[in-house]
């Protein structure tokens, strides 16, 4: 495996309407990330990745680009951002921007002038169709958001014309197959890397293929309907040629980093993504929220606890251990928080969170932590449907009760499956809205156990969840194991309960153990007479070759 400037490091993710709001308007902003490298840097952190910043009307929160080169002015200047970018750099943490080139936002002036002429060179940018002869959509596929993924034009509702969205209709889908804008995406991706960003996370990439003749596929649910999704993986070899190519005209000559949201690559592929020679340079582990991408409306989740969490992320570490890397997460700002969603309620606590931090941060691939994981934050108490701000929330609260949900059932739903759980403020002190704004009211609530669950109160406690990141990425960091934690082997020890996550990292005889315990009960695992306990987050006793470790910890071990 070829090394790379980026292997070896631990990346944070910042959601930036909810890090730090630096003037006062409810909404954080880039003067607020500023004001809080120092704690990214004391964090241990070297690569940030900002959810959007861009211009945006903000219908799916910024993920709706309506100027890919200028920064919303809710956010701040371009001047704050290349403060941002100086001072970032000064710290020793590359920036990584969330690149969303599946489509853009409805406001975006190619897309007005497309609608405004359909003859236009802006109208190759989109799909236009026209719908079949019924008047009726030209073919079955379900948007990610519910509905058909076709619409009318806006102020053309008569005539029988769509265009496409996989997302929310806000969110026109852009022609991949048209070289000029191909052209012009690329430009933009030059731009930034041009200007010293690191690389870019990239959004929803695999569904730039189309099917141009629009066929649509067997309906999967009594909506006559089939999920965009499955279009998306007949296609993937048609994006990964588009991806090859946008990896020789833009990541591969600045060296960048790319991190793509990638969904359900085969093992077949595996390579193609991201081996030496790949497209990407990693993708996130999904896989354990795969597990319910199969039910893609929120009433229908099926829990997935620790154990189904580890045999599904065990395997994918499996699946990778010889081609490359994924990035393990525990959250993002699409899911709810893990600690909430996986974990036995006896462990939905700070001990639950430490042994969940050990495993994110040691497993093999580049760990993304999402802001406020580090300290434990669990999921958000919405208490009404009005809490609620994304476009998501609100079509499966109705989908929910149009599936017979009484409104509480679906109030429920959502507070355990909900994107908002986790988009809530960053919470910094038992100040004035957790310390994150000044405002009278913050743009999405404020997490209910702020007076005792922040920045401020774990800081100087040598205890807290957040010391205890700070130890494993300071573990990372250890010269004495960097190398083994970085490119060392991963393999799965025997589960010996349920709630169990147990693993060794292995490099040219070298090895550790990883293990989390969840149960409600202590563990025991044999290990060498002379095996040395590295970090704990409990007192754990190693005698005779046997370590034990207590309910809800976990340890690491030289073997
Ligand atoms: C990705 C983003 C998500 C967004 C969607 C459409 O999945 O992470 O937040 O809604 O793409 O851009």
């Not at 880039?30 to 959007?52: F, N």
């Not at 030496?276 to 893609?296: H, M, Q, V, W």
């Not at 349920?498 to 693993?503: E, G, L, Q, R």
Request: charge should be negative.
């Amino acid at each position: 495996m070829q090394a790379k400037w980026w292997h070896g490091k631990v990346a944070y993710q910042i959601y930036p309407k909810s890090f730090c709001d630096s003037n006062g308007d409810g909404v954080g902003d880039i003067r607020g990330i500023i004001s809080k490298l120092d704690y990214l840097q004391d964090l241990g952190i070297e690569i940030v990745w900002l959810s959007p910043c861009f211009k945006s009307p903000f219908v799916d929160q910024g993920y709706d680009i309506a100027d890919y080169q200028d920064i919303d002015p809710i956010f701040g200047t371009m001047e704050d951002f290349d403060e941002l970018l100086a001072e970032a750099k000064k710290r020793g943490i590359s920036i990584l921007l969330d690149l969303v080139i599946n489509h853009c936002s409805s406001e975006h002036e190619w897309f007005k002038k497309a609608c405004a002429d359909l003859n236009s060179e802006e109208a190759k940018y989109f799909y236009f169709r026209k719908g079949k002869d019924d008047g009726t959509p030209p073919d079955n596929l379900r948007s990610y958001f519910g509905g058909s993924v076709w619409e009318k034009i806006p102020g053309h509702e008569d005539e029988n014309i769509y265009y496409l969205h996989y997302f929310a209709k806000a969110q026109p889908d852009l022609n991949w197959y048209y070289e000029p804008l191909r052209e012009k995406l690329f430009n933009m991706v030059n731009f930034w890397l041009d200007k010293g960003v690191a690389g870019f996370r990239i959004d929803a990439i695999m569904n730039i293929a189309k099917d141009l003749s629009f066929p649509g596929l067997p309906a999967d649910a009594a909506d006559g309907m089939c999920s965009a999704n499955q279009m998306t993986a007949k296609l993937s070899d048609q994006a990964a040629a588009f991806l090859y190519e946008m990896n020789d005209k833009t990541f591969k000559p600045h060296d960048a980093l790319s991190v793509a949201e990638a969904f359900g690559v085969n093992q077949e592929s595996l390579k193609n993504y991201i081996g030496d020679d790949g497209f990407f340079s990693t993708i996130f582990d999904f896989s354990a929220r795969e597990l319910n991408e199969k039910y893609p409306a929120y009433y229908r989740y099926r829990p997935v606890d620790i154990a189904k969490w580890r045999d599904t992320i065990f395997a994918s570490q499996e699946r990778v251990n010889d081609i490359g890397f994924m990035c393990p997460i525990i959250e993002n700002h699409d899911e709810p928080r893990g600690v909430s969603y996986y974990l036995p309620r006896h462990a939905q606590n700070p001990d639950g969170a430490k042994a969940f931090a050990a495993v994110n941060i040691l497993l093999r691939g580049m760990p993304f932590i999402y802001q406020g994981q580090e300290i434990g934050m669990t999921n958000t108490k919405f208490n009404s449907i009005y809490e609620f701000d994304d476009l998501n929330a609100k079509d499966n609260y109705k989908a929910a009760l149009k599936a017979g949900f009484t409104p509480s059932q679906a109030l429920d739903i959502l507070n355990i499956e909900s994107r908002d759980n986790a988009r809530t403020p960053m919470l910094w002190s038992a100040g004035k809205n957790a310390g994150f704004s000044d405002a009278a009211i913050t743009w999405l609530k404020v997490h209910q156990d702020y007076k005792t669950l922040n920045v401020a109160a774990q800081k100087d406690d040598p205890n807290s969840v957040l010391s205890f990141y700070k130890k494993l990425i300071a573990l990372r960091k250890d010269p004495k194991y960097h190398e083994l934690l970085t490119y060392g082997k991963f393999k799965p020890l025997e589960a010996v309960a349920d709630y169990v996550v147990p693993f060794a990292r292995e490099l040219d005889g070298k090895m550790i153990y990883v293990i989390a315990n969840f149960e409600d009960t202590a563990v025991s695992y044999g290990v060498n007479a002379d095996s040395k306990i590295i970090l704990s987050s409990k007192e754990v006793d190693l005698k005779d070759g046997v370590l034990t470790i207590p309910a809800v910890a976990c340890a690491v071990v030289e073997l």
